[in-house]
């Protein structure tokens, strides 16, 4: 390969140096690919992408679910956001729970591109956990339990949970993700269709469980994702400005960090879309 990886210290995850991510030819960008699903997690330090230059990148991983999100608490001014109240201060404080996107969509996403524009001195880290390696390492009683129970997934759900109750779209956050149909039904265990791995589908999103009671699947989920977030299945990176990284969000949650929202930090988010052969949810049956 024309590049350097370098596992970071957990059971997915590496830093990848040598490219530049604007000009891959095919073959690196092959490699690149087969390097992604080993590993789940790409970093690639010190890229400098334009928000252009990102999209183009994200797009060479497959279809978008949409092009380009700020994650950010400035405001288009570039005044930086201190209401509480403001809804896109309610998604980052939501966002520190540990999660999957697009779970409450019919159609789950396949990964993201995030980059760093503007940081934070402290804090802001982002943190990933692998669902993969957490499946591996449960007892086979708990396989046993889980393999055929369902959740459903909801941003509602989990921004009431949190305390982060939405405007719908009428507000300075444009409610994408706030689907108002009937909330999909995903497996709790779920085959990566590329890798062929075993992965579990959990996080803040996913609650009531059909044939649990309410109490048994809250304590489930929530004893799911607490034996997921730990080392070595977890990896917090710390960001740089200019810093980019790839995930795929069929086998990792991840999670913000907090920081003094006194600070800007700018990030862009680039969501690839999920094949619906695989990535489907139906919802109420």
């Not at 019919?106 to 995030?114: I, L, T, Y």
């Not at 108002?180 to 996080?203: C, F, M, N, S, Y």
Request: glycine share 6%; aromatic share 10%.
């Amino acid at each position: 390969m024309n590049f350097q990886v370098k596992p970071v210290d957990a059971t997915f995850g590496a830093i990848v140096t040598g490219l530049d991510l604007r000009s891959l030819n095919d073959d690196d960008f092959a490699d690149l690919y087969s390097t992604w699903l080993e590993y789940s997690l790409l970093i690639f330090p010190a890229q400098h992408l334009s928000t252009e230059e990102q999209i183009k990148f994200a797009r060479r991983f497959g279809k978008m679910e949409f092009d380009l999100a700020p994650i950010s608490n400035v405001d288009q001014a570039g005044n930086i956001i201190k209401s509480d109240e403001n809804d896109m201060v309610k998604i980052l404080k939501g966002n520190m729970g540990w999660h999957q996107d697009s779970t409450y969509m019919p159609v789950q996403a396949k990964g993201a591109v995030f980059s760093a524009h503007v940081v934070p001195e402290t804090g802001g880290e982002t943190g990933w956990a692998d669902l993969s390696a957490a499946y591996e390492a449960l007892d086979e009683a708990t396989k046993a339990r889980i393999q055929d129970l369902k959740a459903y997934h909801s941003l509602y759900y989990s921004q009431q949970k949190a305390g982060y109750s939405q405007k719908k779209k009428d507000s300075e956050y444009s409610g994408y993700g706030f689907f108002d149909q009937e909330p999909p039904l995903r497996p709790l265990v779920k085959i990566h269709p590329e890798t062929g791995r075993p992965a579990l589908t959990i996080g803040r999103h996913a609650y009531n469980i059909p044939g649990l009671s309410e109490k048994e699947s809250e304590e489930l989920l929530e004893e799911l994702v607490d034996f997921t977030c730990q080392a070595p299945r977890i990896y917090h990176h710390h960001w740089e400005v200019g810093d980019s990284v790839i995930w795929d969000n069929r086998c990792l949650l991840h999670q913000a960090t907090p920081w003094d929202m006194n600070e800007p930090r700018v990030m862009y988010h680039s969501r690839i879309a999920g094949d619906p052969e695989s990535e489907f949810a139906p919802g109420h049956p």
